[in-house]
Every structure is written in structure tokens, then in C-alpha cells.
């Protein structure tokens, strides 16, 4: 994978400079600077800080095909159905089916 055409993918999804990047993401901007001009690789910190301030996971970053980012809300629902029994989780899945059935 090409991962400065990724990144920049990701940048022109957000309509964001590298200036932008490097704000939003907490890295320097002499780091954005030199994937801009030097076309330098980031290191594999410095991609979890640019993921992290995209609000993606480092598998949706290397993901081949569609992408799907989390939203805050479908983060909330994964983080509570993480802790969830199995009984309440196939409880929850009956619901939203039968929301979903109805609409």
C-alpha cells in the first residue's frame, strides 16, 4: 500500500492541508512538511496520531475497498455492545431488527 497516496486520499476527504493535518492530528508540522515535500513515509507513531486525529483506526487506514469510519455514536454503541452479556446482546439485535423491520 502507498501510504502517502492514502493519507492524502484521506486529507482530500477532509478537505484539509497538510498545515490542517498537522494541527488536527498533534503531529509537528516539520513531520507534515516533509511527507508533503520529501514525500517521507510517516513513522508508525506518527500514523496512529494522523488515524487518531482522522478519527480512524489504523485498520481502516490499511483497509482495502470501502471504508467506514466510525461516527461518535456508532463508537459509543460499539464500546457499550463490547461489554454486554451475550443474552443482552442478542436481546439488543432482536430490537433493532424489529426497529428496523418497521420502518
Given at each position: 500500500m502507498d501510504v502517502l497516496a492514502r493519507v492524502r486520499q484521506l486529507m482530500k476527504a477532509r478537505n484539509w492541508s497538510y498545515y490542517k493535518?498537522?494541527?488536527e492530528c498533534g503531529i509537528p508540522e516539520a513531520t507534515a512538511y516533509n511527507m508533503e515535500n520529501?514525500?517521507?513515509v510517516?513513522?508508525?507513531p506518527t500514523l496512529e496520531l494522523i488515524c487518531n486525529g482522522m478519527g480512524i483506526t489504523l485498520a481502516q487506514f490499511f483497509a482495502?475497498?470501502?471504508m467506514v469510519e466510525l461516527t461518535p455514536e456508532l463508537k459509543e454503541l460499539f464500546d457499550v455492545w463490547v461489554d454486554l452479556s451475550p443474552r443482552s446482546?442478542?436481546?439488543l439485535?432482536?430490537?433493532v431488527n424489529s426497529?428496523?423491520?418497521e420502518q
Open positions: 493535518m498537522a494541527k520529501r514525500n517521507t510517516p513513522s508508525m482495502e475497498g470501502e446482546k442478542k436481546a439485535l432482536e430490537m426497529i428496523k423491520a
